[in-house]
């Protein structure tokens, strides 16, 4: 499967990704943005988090299935 994640050194703490997509981007009270783990994400908004970052943090990775 595909799993998003944020490269935080570039992250600009701007939360849009948390407001377009708030299911699977959550911030902490830390201060810094969480891939929630999930049994799937919903791609479109995915993308949709993906096109707008200012920073271009977010992206995909692909991940095995445990089997
Ligand atoms: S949209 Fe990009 S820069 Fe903004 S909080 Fe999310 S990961 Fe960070």
Same mark, same amino acid.
């Given at each position: 499967?595909r =799993?998003p /994640?944020?490269d935080?050194?570039d992250? /600009?703490d701007c939360?849009g990704?948390?407001? /377009? ?5 959550? =911030? ?10 999930l049994?799937a994400y919903?791609?479109?908004l /995915?993308?949709e988090?993906?096109?707008?970052c200012?920073s271009h943090?977010i992206f995909?990775e ?5 089997s």
């Amino acid at each position: 499967m595909r =799993r998003p /994640v944020v490269d935080l050194s570039d992250c /600009v703490d701007c939360e849009g990704c948390a407001s /377009v997509c708030p299911d699977v981007f959550v =911030r902490t009270e830390a201060g810094y943005i969480d891939v929630q783990d999930l049994d799937a994400y919903p791609e479109a908004l /995915v993308d949709e988090a993906i096109m707008m970052c200012p920073s271009h943090c977010i992206f995909w990775e692909d991940h095995e299935d445990p089997s």
